[in-house]
């Protein structure tokens, strides 16, 4: 009687400490998956937003109709969103991700205030800040894909 009760018991146990671990690593999986989800939401938005200031400061770059303060304000007024892009990153990237994105972001603040200042497009300087940023997005493109595991690197 005494092992029919004893089986019984243990039998519970190991059921439901099985069913407590499937459920943990349930758990841990779609934390995973969840947190996965939300780093290429932040990395696109990141990339996103400062490739299309990118392409509007070189918009800017070659209006030769443009005043100079008006360029310089329309050259900050662009770029004011992508600090709100920098300070998601900061928080949510690992150091692996932000120190190239920083590097990143600096080279796009050095490209507006160049075009702020007057650079045009057709300024023998303008194919130095093109490269750096280029550069500077590649590296950081490379981190991203490396924070989340995935292959398709870069064939340019």
């Not at 995973?32 to 290429?40: K, T």
């Not at 770059?61 to 709100?84: I, K, P, T, W």
Request: hydrophobic fraction near 40%.
């Amino acid at each position: 009687m005494w092992t029919t009760l004893a089986a019984t018991l243990l039998g519970a146990f190991i059921a439901t400490g099985s069913s407590l671990l499937i459920e943990s690593r349930r758990d841990k999986r779609a934390a995973v998956a969840e947190w996965r989800q939300a780093r290429r939401e932040l990395y696109g938005s990141f990339l996103t937003e400062l490739t299309k200031v990118r392409s509007e400061l070189w918009t800017i770059s070659r209006d030769n109709q443009m005043a100079d303060q008006e360029r310089e304000v329309a050259a900050r007024s662009l770029f004011a969103g992508c600090y709100e892009q920098r300070y998601q990153l900061e928080v949510f990237a690992p150091r692996s991700v932000v120190e190239p994105a920083l590097d990143y972001f600096r080279s796009m603040r050095r490209l507006r205030d160049a075009i702020g200042r007057g650079l045009r497009w057709e300024d023998a300087e303008r194919p130095t800040h093109n490269d750096a940023v280029v550069q500077a997005l590649h590296a950081t493109r490379d981190a991203m894909r490396l924070d989340m595991r995935t292959d398709a690197m870069r064939t340019e």
